[in-house]
């Protein structure tokens, strides 16, 4: 069942059989797509990019067929494409991945294999993101605190931080209003997503009251 569909002594490839992979490639393909779109943020270029990249590389790899100095003009060609191309995110790696090992697989004929390789992918990524699995109840946070020129802020707000964080950091102080007022810049790693609300209440309280800004801190999108 998961054997090949190409005869190991022939170098010819029937019309059926070249059907069968191109089907095959291309369903497996949509399969990918829409396993990516669920509850994903993406563009319509790369969807399209997902659908069509198994039946390339399946393509491709029919046209080697067990030529040496194909495959590496092959892989060459590859590396330059890599290259030339902007890293993505982790899940975007993960898809792109995927579509090119259904590619290889369907290439070389293992059209059943991958069949039910790609389905049991595909229920376990859509399981994954379904469930919290890997989800943090920590966050990392920026936090920016105004307070009156007269208030010595070196451990100023250590004591709420000890309750709320982690770990904190004062990463930058600067003057506003004409001096008249000082902002902290803090990098906060949080204890609880949840208790946001009641560490901005507590440093009210501190600060009279005065703009306090809670934000995340500004990094690459959906880094590995």
Request: proline residues 2%; glycine residues 6%; neutral net charge.
């Amino acid at each position: 069942m998961l054997s090949s569909l190409f005869a190991e002594s022939t170098a010819t490839i029937q019309l059926q059989t070249l059907l069968i992979c191109i089907i095959a490639s291309i369903l497996l393909g949509m399969l990918v797509a829409f396993t990516h779109m669920y509850r994903n943020v993406y563009t319509k270029n790369f969807i399209i990019t997902l659908a069509v990249l198994p039946v390339l590389v399946q393509s491709v790899i029919m046209l080697v067929n067990g030529n040496l100095g194909t495959g590496v003009a092959v892989l060459g060609a590859f590396s330059l494409i890599r290259f030339r191309s902007v890293a993505g995110g982790a899940r975007e790696i993960t898809s792109i991945f995927w579509s090119m090992g259904i590619g290889l697989a369907t290439g070389m004929g293992y059209v059943s294999y991958t069949a039910v390789f790609s389905l049991i992918v595909a229920v376990f990524l859509l399981i994954i993101y379904r469930s919290n699995f890997g989800n943090q109840k920590t966050a990392e946070r920026e936090l920016k605190i105004t307070i009156p020129e007269d208030l010595d802020y070196p451990n100023l707000f250590d004591d709420i931080f000890e309750n709320f964080t982690y770990t904190h950091r004062l990463d930058s102080v600067r003057t506003t209003t004409m001096g008249s007022l000082y902002e902290l810049r803090y990098l906060l790693l949080l204890k609880d997503q949840q208790q946001e609300k009641a560490l901005i209440d507590s440093i009210r309280v501190r600060n009279g009251n005065l703009p306090i800004i809670l934000g995340k801190v500004a990094t690459n999108r959906d880094e590995l």
